[in-house]
């Protein structure tokens, strides 16, 4: 298993195991899996094709080494938000995902395909996120699951 910061190239894989139901894709260990062939496909194009969802689970990868350069860390941290934020399913069953802050920095920038590589210390805004306290997070879900016609990515640039 490599460290994050050994990751140069990233490449993905369908498997239906790995990636659950209901999400396009999953960064585990610095490969990404899957679901369809489709979208694994269009990530590992070497026509130099941008594409939201390689550039979402890329900037994962920068957030882990950011971590520590550790995937365990990385990983600890995730499930630790994502436990803290479980109050949030009375709002939405998706809520405790949606606003776990290394979600919420990869969907904020995803559609900048460079943002990946903008600095050595790379994608360190989910540690600004982090701090937000329940409450916040509580009234800002609430305010996106009202407003279905915008992408996550559309209400994080709105509204942050």
């Known amino acids: 298993m490599k460290k994050p910061s050994k990751i140069k190239v990233i490449t993905a894989k369908v498997n239906k195991l790995i990636c659950p139901i209901g999400y396009a894709a999953i960064t585990w260990f ?28 890329t900037i994962h990868v920068r957030q882990a080494q950011n971590t520590n350069d550790s995937w365990l860390k990385f990983y600890c941290l995730y499930v630790w938000q994502w436990i803290c934020n479980l ?58 699951y009202k407003k279905w016609h915008l992408s996550f990515c559309q209400f994080l640039n709105e509204y942050l």
Request: charged share 35%; aromatic share 12%.
């Open 30 to 57: 610095g490969t990404i899996f899957t679901r369809k062939e489709d979208y694994a496909n269009l990530i590992n194009k070497t026509d130099q094709i941008d594409s939201i969802l390689k550039c979402h689970e």
């Open 87 to 144: 109050p949030l399913i009375t709002v939405n069953i998706n809520a405790p995902y949606k606003f776990i802050a290394f979600e919420m920095e990869a969907y904020k920038h995803e559609r900048e395909f460079e943002y990946p590589n903008l600095t050595d210390n790379g994608c360190a805004q989910w540690r600004v996120f982090k701090k937000m306290s329940l409450k916040e997070k509580r009234r800002l879900a609430k305010e996106y």
